[in-house]
């Protein structure tokens, strides 16, 4: 799979109108089965034109109450977008991440999401667990599969990424399948 990766956060200047980046991405995306796109969490120009590109957005949530209060602002965002830029944007789900199953918090945080949108969005089952070798993988500049293919972080990921693939094949839609 060819990869190309656009450090969005050194280039915010250049996304000063919300449709900037979906132009961008549309002279690519027929060389791609899925773009993805990871923004820093702010909601920044990068995050609504992230939005205005995208046709699904899938919301990590880490399990700290934080966190989970800014959901909420996010939610208000895609709303915002939904309505006024792109109508197509779709809410995707959402994932947790920095996943302790050992702690209550961790437990706390996954029960209200799953209470306070279970019933409007979706929540993955799949969970991002806590792991050093996620922050090592990405202070040497290589994604976790590159660092580490067999570590919990990566399998988690793997996971997630087979949830969405066959999300993507419940609803009809023609998706590539998912290999390690």
Not at 49 to 69: C, E, F, G, R
Not at 90 to 101: A, F, Q, R, S
């Amino acid at each position: 799979i060819e990869r190309e990766f656009l450090e969005l956060s050194k280039t915010e200047e250049n996304f000063s109108k919300e449709g900037q980046l979906k132009k961008n991405l549309d002279l690519v995306k027929d060389k791609y089965d899925y773009i993805l796109i990871d923004c820093m969490p702010s909601l920044g120009m990068i995050i609504i034109n992230a939005l205005a590109a995208a046709d699904k957005v899938v919301i990590p949530v880490q399990t700290q109450y934080l966190s989970l209060k800014s959901v909420s602002q996010l939610m208000d965002t895609v709303s915002r977008v939904k309505n006024h830029i792109n109508p197509k944007l779709e809410v995707g789900g959402i994932l947790l991440t920095l996943y302790d199953n050992r702690t209550n918090l961790s437990q706390e945080i996954k029960d209200e999401i799953k209470n306070g949108y279970g019933k409007k969005i979706k929540v993955y089952k799949s969970a991002i667990p806590v792991g050093v070798k996620v922050a090592k993988s990405t202070s040497a500049g290589k994604s976790i599969f590159s660092y580490d293919k067999n570590s919990r972080v990566a399998d988690a990921y793997y996971q997630f990424a087979k949830e969405v693939d066959e999300n993507g094949k419940e609803k009809g839609k023609n998706v590539p399948t998912i290999d390690r």
